[in-house]
């Protein structure tokens, strides 16, 4: 199975053996970055300033969890799925590490603005 964004702001699943179609998840508006969890359970996407996570079988939504800030561009799983990396850019720089079930912020990095050139 794969994710991949849709053309119409939308997550789309599908077999990738055989390239059925499976689920679209219909959003507003869907970032870069689109993970299925380990355990291929859930499907974790980025907005704008929010990761949401949705059940990839039944395609309720689980959790919306918010942003470091400005306009995320980037998502990393642990590899146990418990905690999800987000970067974001605008106004600056922005990593923060968050529990994917509750929401609550595991870390942060000490300096969130980039120097400019």
């Known amino acids: 199975m794969g994710a991949e964004l849709g053309s119409y702001n939308a997550v789309n699943t599908g077999d990738t053996a055989t390239g059925t179609h499976l689920k679209t998840f219909a959003?507003?508006?869907?970032?870069?970055?689109?993970?299925?969890?380990?355990?291929g359970k859930?499907?974790?996407?980025a907005t704008d300033n929010h990761v949401h996570v949705w059940n990839a079988k039944t395609g309720q939504a689980v959790k919306t969890i918010p942003?470091?800030?400005g306009r995320i561009i980037s998502l990393a799983l642990s590899p146990d799925g418990r905690r999800v990396a987000i970067g974001s850019i605008v106004p600056g720089c922005f990593v923060q590490v968050r529990d994917l079930r509750s929401g609550h912020l595991v870390w942060k990095n000490p300096s969130p603005r980039l120097k400019a050139r």
């Open 42 to 45: 859930d499907i974790v996407a």
């Open 67 to 69: 942003g470091p800030g």
């Open 27 to 39: 959003f507003t508006t869907v970032g870069q970055s689109v993970l299925y969890t380990p355990d």
